[in-house]
């Protein structure tokens, strides 16, 4: 029987692991545990997958969280109480600012939270924010591997159309709150979008976890919206060779 109501885990599972990585998207557990030694498939309920594998002899966690902070904050609550005390997520982006490539490397320091999920954790007044000692990890296995990389501010957003202001949908509408946002945010420096960090971020600082946050630039979103399916194949490679190295290093 399970000790967790959703992962399907057992604490012996995790054999003393304390850091996670945590992608989105289930398909990806497999492909991380895969750059690591002893690869070993645990559960898979729903949108958690999760794996264990060995990274210079210590046990590392590798668990999807879905789409969204919802998800997330189960994955990483139910983690937390298995023993993972470092959270490392990994993903792909769109870029809103007209200096990033496709294929660059984006390291998140914070977090604008658009999420509703992080209020479940803190106040609005709470900043979300990475963990220095991941960011810094991070920042390292980059430039260790080759990367373009940006390091800055995200947009976290609970949708992936009207909350990103996209048009391009079933009704062509995006409420007032929204309405010109993307330009705001590119005022600011913001770097990019995406949908789990200002819940992860929030969750884990407010908490005394740790967490970072690297993700790969699939689409530039003041070029196009549509990314190409090599090309984000091999930014997908890139980021996960980047978290894997960044987990050895804060092991």
């Keep these: 029987m399970s000790d967790v109501f959703h992962l399907g885990l057992k604490k ?4 003393g692991a304390e850091l996670a990585i945590v992608p989105g998207d289930p398909e990806r557990v497999e492909k991380i545990a895969a750059l690591m030694d002893k ?24 668990c999807s969280t879905g ?12 983690l937390a109480q ?17 200096h990033i490539n496709v294929g660059d490397v984006l390291v998140t320091t914070a977090s604008v939270r658009l999420d509703g999920a992080s209020l479940h954790f803190a106040p609005m007044e709470y ?12 920042v390292e296995a980059a430039k260790a591997v080759g990367a373009t990389t940006h390091i800055g501010v995200t947009a976290s957003s609970d949708t992936f ?28 420096g913001v770097m990019n979008y995406e949908m789990e960090s200002a819940t992860l ?20 979103r003041t070029q196009q919206e549509i990314p190409n399916a090599e090309t984000m194949k091999q930014t997908e490679s890139h980021a996960v060779k980047i978290v894997v ?7």
């Excluded at 997958?49 to 590798?62: F, Y």
């Excluded at 969204?68 to 994955?75: D, K, L, N, V």
């Excluded at 391009?168 to 709150?177: A, E, L, P, Q, Y």
């Excluded at 929030?202 to 630039?217: P, Y």
């Design 127 to 138: 900043p979300a924010v990475a963990d220095f000692a991941c960011t810094t990890a991070l």
């Design 67 to 78: 789409i969204g902070g919802p998800s997330t904050s189960i994955a990483v609550e139910e």
């Design 12 to 15: 012996s599972d995790l054999q």
């Design 39 to 62: 690869p070993v498939k645990l559960a898979s309920h729903r949108e958690f997958t999760s794996w264990r594998a060995e990274l210079d002899g210590k046990a590392v966690i590798i």
């Design 161 to 188: 159309y009207p909350g990103q202001e996209r048009y391009d949908t079933f009704s062509g509408r995006v409420v007032s709150r929204f309405n010109g946002s993307m330009k705001e945010w590119q005022a600011m």
């Design 201 to 220: 971020l929030t969750m884990c600082s407010s908490q005394g976890l740790r967490a970072g946050m690297v993700a790969g630039v699939i689409v530039n």
């Design 245 to 251: 190295e960044a987990a050895r290093r804060l092991l």
């Design 82 to 98: 298995l023993g993972i005390r470092t959270f490392l997520r990994v993903g792909t982006t769109g870029a809103i600012q007209p």
